[in-house]
Every structure is written in C-alpha cells, then in structure tokens.
C-alpha cells in the first residue's frame, strides 16, 4: 500500500472528550453524499497524474537546460503554493545538504518564497548570475513579489552573460497557458515556458509542471511521483464510503472542528519531511479558512494547521499539547523505514545517561519518541490519528500529496465552503498594489491612506 491512515486514536469510549465510533458512524452518510459530488465532477487537478504531457515538458525542459548551460544553480522564484510544493519535494527527496552537496551532475535547489531584502540580496550577491537557472511561477502574473523577485534576478542574470538572448535561455516562466500577464510577455519577449493547467490553483499544483520541473531539474522520479498519486487516486476512488481514507480523515476533522477543537497539528516524524508540514498548512488553512459559505452567508469557518517536528517538538509544544487546553486534533507522519540504518555507538564510559542505549539504532530511537508521544496524549484524551508511509521516496511523497489534496476538497465541500478561492489572500494583493501606486488602484490606494491617517496609534517604546 502506498499510504495507510491510523483513525484508532481518534476514537474514545464517551468517557473523554473525543469521538465515538457510534458517533462517527452516524455522520458518515452526510460525508458519503459529499464524496459522490465530488467523484461526479472531478477538478483539473485530481487528474494531473494522468497528464502525461506536462511530465515530457517538464523532463523536456530540464534536459534541454542541462545540455545547454549545465547550471551549478537552479533557483524557483514564487510564492505559496508556487513555491512550497517545489520546497517540499526538494527537501524530502534531495541530499539533507543538497544547497552545497547535491546529488552528482545535478545543480543546487533554492527556493525563493520571500522579498526579504537581506534575503535576495545576500542571495544573488553569493550565487554567481551567469551559472544560474530561474524558473519563474505565476499563474497570472498579478503576485508582486514574484514580479519583483523576477526583475531583481533578470537584472543580475542580464549583467553577468553577454546579450539578452543568452539571459532569456537563463530562464523559464511557468505560467497560464493561454492568458495572464506573462503569457503575453513570455509571447513578445520568447522566454521558454511551462504550463500551469485550467483549473488548477496554485496550492493544488505541485502534481503539475510547478512541482515537476523543480523534481527534473534535481534528478528526482517524477514519473513514480505521478505513479503513487495515481494508485492512490484509483484506490480512494474504487473504496466504498466506509472504507475511503481520505473521507475519514477529511469527516474526523470536520466533526472536530464542529466539536471545538480548531487546532490541526502536523507532527512530521521525518527531518527530511518536515516541510510537508509547510505545504499541508497552506493547503488546510487557505482552502478551508473561509468568511462565507457557498450560499453567501457569514460563517467565519476554518481550522487553524499547526506544524511540529518529532523529536524537536517534544521539548517545545508537548507541554501544551498535553496538558493545555483540549482543542486540537494530531496527524503524526511516520515513516517505516528510513533511507538510512545508523545504530547508536558502543558508551564511552559507564553511565545512567547511555543506559538505554548499547545495541540500539537511531530509528529505534526515533520510533520510540513518536510512539511514546502518540501514547501520552491518548492518555491524556486527546484525539490522535497517524499517516504511514513505507518510507519517503517519490512514489510515496505522490501519494501523501494526492491524499491530502482529496482530503481537503472533501473536507471543504462538507463545510459548505469553496475549498478552492482565496478571496482573504487577493484582499492582501489588491491592498499591496495599491500601496505600491500600481495603475487602476488609484481610488483604493486614497481610501487606504485615509484609512491609516485615521488609526488611532497605541506604540509603546523600551
């Protein structure tokens, strides 16, 4: 299998707080009735691993780059689900230290995801221009940080190779296939491109071009990441209601929610995973965080992703997970087998403190910590679910992406919200451009000054 979803934990006897069996029988029938809308008209993106035509252009394209310049640099300039999907992908299937020892023959992985000056500039300034790859991406177009990211890495890439032409081919813009501000640009200035397919928003798009070039660019498997996608899609959809693990888990946190508890905690028991925990929270919070549900009405809805790290995490958050206050819901992500054996050497000297330890493996130890956690907040009442994956490869990285996107859609339309606008985050850009003087947000920029001249300001200086 390629993912298993452990509901045990969710689960009391009614003498807690959590759910009963019995209870969450009884909703199941709602869900199921989500889940055949959903299977009746399925988004663009939960068949992108059937997209054979993204995964030749992406391969295409990195080939084509490889041969051409053999970049010691690859740099994906984005935000959101433009760039932690790319984020996620490299840290989980790269080498640890993959920005100064990446696998050989492949270049160095960066993504850039703020306009923190120091950041760019301490970036650009150590990274030599003339041996660097950017992919650019954005749908639209219309994401001012990835515009002026975009400039600020033309303008240095431009000053360290000969002509414009020879920087155009330092480049490749992700972006609509067919409209938006770059197309047209890409058109008139014949930068190379890949799609962003119809339908398919930024933070379900890691399947596509947006997360497949940033994989062929770093010499991962895309074609066993569609794979574990694919048979993980054939199998939630084959499953009958009671049996589909993406509609339990999607139903288990709704009912939470419903119950009080907000609080979704990602606990990644995986260094090389953890920034699966990013890309979940973006996806959980932006496709379910919502002001208004389908019909229009005010409902303020949405839960609250939270990130942790197995073993850091227990000498940070385990305190309040278990003994604060009971509103959250835990998903641990355990691997079954780690890419590497490494046992904990022989004590150096008789002490308590290696006690424990002769004969003992550091994955042991790790399985340890994440057991003991699980067991101490069921102990404690708490509502507890786990994710397992054989181990962390491409095929299986495919499968924990599609299984959560199914999971939230899901999640989304049980709510009675649309999981896939973002009118709260265009909110943000509209107000941006305007503080940026962009043409057409004349009037708004005016209504916001005025706004801010009439803040009563409270600032306290030590």
């Not at 995973?273 to 979940?280: E, F, I, K, Q, S």
């Not at 006690?355 to 956690?373: I, K």
């Not at 495919?398 to 939230?408: D, R």
């Amino acid at each position: 299998m390629a993912l298993t979803f452990d509901a045990t934990g969710l689960f009391g006897d009614g003498k807690d707080a959590r759910l009963t069996r019995a209870e969450f029988a009884a909703a199941l029938p709602r869900a199921a009735v989500v889940r055949d809308r959903h299977l009746a008209n399925l988004p663009a993106w939960r068949t992108l691993h059937a997209r054979r035509e993204h995964l030749d252009a992406s391969l295409r394209r990195a080939e084509e780059v490889k041969q051409r310049h053999a970049p010691e640099v690859f740099v994906v300039l984005g935000i959101g689900g433009s760039a932690l999907g790319s984020e996620a992908l490299a840290a989980a299937l790269a080498p640890v230290y993959q920005e100064w020892r990446p696998s050989p023959g492949q270049p160095r992985l960066f993504v850039l995801d703020n306009v923190d000056p120091d950041w760019l500039g301490e970036f650009f300034d150590a990274i030599p221009a003339d041996r660097m790859h950017v992919n650019v991406i954005s749908k639209s177009g219309g994401t001012l940080e990835t515009s002026a990211q975009f400039l600020l890495a033309w303008e240095r890439v431009r000053r360290a190779v000969s002509s414009d032409a020879e920087a155009r081919e330092r480049f490749t813009i992700t972006t609509d296939p067919a409209g938006g501000h770059y197309r047209a640009l890409c058109e008139r200035q014949g930068f190379a491109t890949l799609p962003v397919p119809a339908g398919v928003g930024g933070r379900f798009s890691v399947l596509s071009p947006v997360g497949l070039f940033t994989a062929a660019m770093g010499g991962m498997d895309c074609a066993s990441l569609l794979e574990g996608a694919a048979k993980t899609d054939a199998r939630l959809r084959a499953a009958t209601p009671d049996a589909d693990p993406a509609l339990a888990y999607a139903l288990a946190h709704v009912l939470y929610l419903e119950r009080g508890k907000p609080g979704h905690v990602h606990f990644v028991y995986s260094h090389k995973a953890r920034l699966l925990a990013d890309w979940y929270q973006q996806l959980w919070a932006e496709s379910l965080g919502k002001k208004r549900d389908e019909q229009g009405r005010k409902v303020h809805v949405g839960p609250t992703p939270l990130k942790a790290i197995g073993p850091t995490d227990q000498h940070s958050q385990i305190q309040l997970f278990v003994e604060g206050p009971d509103d959250k819901v835990y998903t641990f992500l355990k691997l079954d087998k780690f890419g590497r054996e490494l046992a904990v050497p022989e004590p150096f000297a008789d002490s308590p403190a290696f006690a424990p330890l002769p004969g003992r493996s550091f994955q042991e130890l790790m399985q340890a910590e994440r057991e003991g956690t699980e067991i101490a907040l069921e102990q404690a009442g708490r509502p507890v679910c786990r994710i397992e994956l054989c181990k962390l490869d491409a095929f299986h990285l495919g499968a924990y992406f599609l299984f959560f996107e199914v999971a939230t859609a899901l999640a989304g339309h049980m709510l009675g919200i649309d999981p896939y606008d973002q009118p709260g985050v265009e909110a943000g850009k509209k107000n941006a451009l305007a503080l940026m003087n962009a043409p057409g947000f004349e009037a708004h920029a005016l209504a916001l000054r005025g706004a801010i001249a009439r803040r009563q300001v409270v600032r306290l200086t030590c």
